[in-house]
């Protein structure tokens, strides 16, 4: 049975430490994961990515305690989720849903963003001024008195990030934070992972986005038939076509269009499209004459 109480965080252990972690779903029949290792240090950022059916979203289950591994361990900040609730691993992560309507449940914009603070028991000063802040970052002072279902989707997916943003927890799963958004919403999202990452938030990003992930993420775990099956750079990971291949998944047009057109200097994919640009323009000065 679980403690009362959150274990405190280990501040030498890694952010999360998967080890031969296996999952099957209760009938038997379907196994989602099977001996997974993975090991994220604190205030890395990564991307997951695989497709459907492939353990991710399994995977980050198990990393907020939603689900238990049915052998093996997952270990949060030194703390073993098998010995602890969901709620109390919520101090430790935090899980932001793909689909907010399976998130928020508040009346308003504001109760929304003050109930995870108020759960874990912050003072009502410092949820105050937590909730300043995120509506600030993320615009949402024309919706703070308005029913989270009544704004439109993509400010709704903020409210969703933002609610768990207020909790400040050191990692944060973000399960396809991109689906849905309009151009200057996922500006905002892409912008937040940046500073989660300076401030030393450990970040795991699930998603198709491959762009957002080339613009953001240190880290790419591909995974496949339940495994994990390479976990490198993005720049790696977009520029081998056999894996982009057997996967069944496209790297960024930049990157695509880089791996057929151009020859990279000095070995460098190019990710996003100022790298491309660069890259092409570098390849367009004229080259200095050598003496004869």
């Not at 450990?202 to 390479?230: N, Q």
């Not at 982009?244 to 269009?257: C, F, K, S, Y």
């Amino acid at each position: 049975m679980a403690d009362e109480h959150p274990i405190a965080a280990d501040a030498d252990a890694p952010a999360i430490l998967v080890e031969q972690a296996h999952y099957t779903y209760a009938n038997g029949n379907v196994v989602a994961l099977s001996g997974v290792d993975l090991r994220v240090e604190k205030g890395e950022i990564i991307g997951i990515i695989g497709q459907n059916g492939s353990g991710k979203t399994t995977l980050t289950k198990l990393f907020n305690g939603l689900l238990k591994p049915s052998s093996g361990s997952v270990v949060i900040n030194g703390v073993n989720t098998a010995t602890q609730s969901v709620q109390q691993m919520a101090q430790h992560i935090g899980y932001v849903f793909q689909n907010p309507n399976h998130q928020l449940f508040a009346r308003t914009v504001d109760d929304e963003l003050r109930f995870g603070p108020r759960n874990i028991g912050m003072s009502e000063d410092e949820i105050d001024q937590r909730v300043a802040e995120a509506v600030e970052f993320f615009g949402l002072r024309n919706v703070i008195d308005e029913h989270p279902y009544r704004v439109s989707f993509p400010i709704r997916k903020l409210v969703g990030i933002a609610s768990i943003v207020t909790m400040r927890p050191s990692i944060i799963i973000f399960d396809e934070p991109s689906t849905g958004q309009d151009h200057d919403t996922t500006k905002v999202i892409n912008n937040l992972m940046t500073g989660l990452r300076e401030q030393g938030t450990t970040v795991v990003c699930v998603s198709h986005d491959m762009p957002l992930l080339a613009d953001v993420v240190e880290r790419v775990i591909v995974m496949k038939d339940t495994k994990i099956i390479a976990d490198a750079s993005p720049r790696d990971v977009f520029a081998d076509a056999a894996l982009m291949q057997r996967t069944n998944l496209m790297a960024p047009q930049v990157t695509e269009i880089a791996l057929q057109t151009t020859v990279p200097l000095g070995g460098a994919i190019a990710l996003t499209p100022a790298e491309l640009a660069d890259d092409i323009a570098n390849r367009l000065k004229p080259r200095a004459k050598t003496g004869s």
